[in-house]
T-cell receptor, first 113, second 114 residues
Framework: GENVEQHPSTLSVQEGDSAVIKCTYS??????FPWYKQELGKRPQLIID?????GEKKDQRIAVTLNKTAKHFSLHITETQPEDSAVYFC????????????FGKGTHLIIQP | NAGVTQTPKFQVLKTGQSMTLQCAQD?????MSWYRQDPGMGLRLIHY???????DQGEVPNGYNVSRSTTEDFPLRLLSAAPSQTSVYFC?????????????FGEGSWLTVV
C-alpha cells in the first residue's frame, strides 16, 4: 500500500517568516495530494490540494508544489501569522483511490511572536 | 446542511464493553470512512464504504465492525473494547472515491477505554 513520510515533526518559525513542510510518497500511481490543518481539539480541515497533472498551486499565503518524478510534495506558508499555529497533515490517494487517503504523521507548526 | 455528524463526542468504556459510534452525512456522499488518530501516528484508516451495502477494511480494522445500510449512515462498532482502542475517532465522507474529491471530517469522538 501507500506510505507517506512527513518532515519535520515539529517546526518553529518566527512570525512573518516562511514555513516549509515536506512529504514523500511511495505509490507512483497516487494522483491527489491534499493538505489538512488541525487545530487543538478540532477536526482536520482541508487547506489546499494538488492533483498529479499540476506542479504548483497557490492560494494567498499558501502554496503546494509536487514533484512526481521524485515522489515528493511540499507545503509552503509565507508571512506566517499566529493563527497558522496548528498541526498540518499531508496525504496521498493511492492509485485508483481505492483505499481513501493515506496520511503523514503530521507537523506541529509553532509560530513564535 | 449539517455536513458530517458524529456522536457521541466523548465516551468512557470499561474493557470488554461494546459500543457504537454513530456517523451521518447529509451531502449524498458515496464514500464514507472511519479514521483513528493517536499521538504521533497521524490518521489511520479503519474501514471505509463506497456505497450502501459495500464496506471494506482499511489499515487498522481489527476490533471494529461497520455496516452501511443507507447512504447517509456509517456506524462503527466496537464489540469488546480494549485499552488499545483509546483514541480519537473521525468519520469522513466525500462525493466519490476518485482522487480530487474533497474529504470532509466530522468533529471527532474521544473514546477512553479503562
Amino acid at each position: 500500500g501507500e506510505n507517506v513520510e512527513q518532515h519535520p515533526s515539529t517546526l518553529s518559525v518566527q512570525e512573518g517568516d516562511s514555513a516549509v513542510i515536506k512529504c514523500t510518497y511511495s505509490d507512483s500511481a497516487s494522483n491527489y495530494f491534499p493538505w489538512y490543518k488541525q487545530e487543538l481539539g478540532k477536526r482536520p480541515q482541508l487547506i489546499i490540494d494538488i492533483r498529479s497533472n499540476v506542479g504548483e498551486k497557490k492560494d494567498q499565503r499558501i502554496a503546494v508544489t509536487l514533484n512526481k518524478t521524485a515522489k515528493h510534495f511540499s507545503l509552503h506558508i509565507t508571512e506566517t501569522q499566529p493563527e497558522d499555529s496548528a498541526v498540518y497533515f499531508c496525504a496521498a490517494t493511492p492509485g485508483g483511490g481505492a483505499d481513501g487517503l493515506t496520511f503523514g504523521k503530521g507537523t506541529h507548526l509553532i509560530i513564535q511572536p | 446542511n449539517a455536513g458530517v455528524t458524529q456522536t457521541p463526542k466523548f465516551q468512557v468504556l470499561k474493557t470488554g464493553q461494546s459500543m457504537t459510534l454513530q456517523c451521518a452525512q447529509d451531502m449524498n456522499h458515496e464514500y464514507m470512512s472511519w479514521y483513528r488518530q493517536d499521538p504521533g501516528m497521524g490518521l489511520r484508516l479503519i474501514h471505509y464504504s463506497v456505497g450502501a451495502g459495500i464496506t471494506d477494511q482499511g489499515e487498522v480494522p481489527n476490533g471494529y465492525n461497520v455496516s452501511r445500510s443507507t447512504t447517509e449512515d456509517f456506524p462503527l462498532r466496537l464489540l469488546s473494547a480494549a485499552p488499545s482502542q483509546t483514541s480519537v475517532y473521525f468519520c469522513a465522507s466525500s462525493y466519490s472515491l476518485r482522487g480530487g474529491n474533497t474529504i470532509y471530517f466530522g468533529e471527532g469522538s474521544w473514546l477512553t477505554v479503562v
